[in-house]
Nanobody, 124 residues
Framework: QVQLVESGGGLVQPGGSLRLSCAASGGFLHNYAISWFRQGPGKGREGVLC????????AFSDSVKGRFTISRDNAKNTVDLQLNSLNPEDTAAYYC?????????????????WGQGTQVTVSS
């Protein structure tokens, strides 16, 4: 069973950047499609970005296009999410998740394994 741990969250001012990391044990992330989700206060869980087994990225949310990027580091067995030009609407708990399907969508039900989340707060 794959276990995921997210890190890198914190408090950042509007316009700032953060880099989140998703580390895995019990499996190799390069065997799976991996997505990042987020859940803001009082909101449902929203798909952000997905990276396929072959490294192709898909943005699930128009609001992050051009600001967030997803990448793999197979040597470290991690998937990172770079957050740039942050604004208060990006405040949320961010989660990484493993999909067993080759080409998953943005529905949380498509994902088999989840991390515990890391909090990102954007505020001045």
């Amino acid at each position: 069973q794959v276990q995921l741990v997210e890190s890198g969250g914190g408090l950042v001012q509007p316009g700032g950047s953060l880099r989140l990391s998703c580390a895995a044990s019990g499996g190799f992330l390069h065997n799976y499609a991996i997505s990042w989700f987020r859940q803001g206060p009082g909101k449902g869980r929203e798909g952000v970005l997905c990276i396929s087994k072959h490294g192709d990225a898909t943005a699930f949310s128009d609001s992050v296009k051009g600001r967030f990027t997803i990448s793999r580091d197979n040597a470290k067995n991690t998937v990172d999410l770079q957050l740039n030009s942050l604004n208060p609407e990006d405040t949320a708990a961010y989660y990484c998740a493993v999909a067993l399907a080759y080409n998953p969508g943005f529905q949380p039900s498509e994902y088999a394994y989840w991390g515990q989340g890391t909090q990102v707060t954007v505020s001045s």
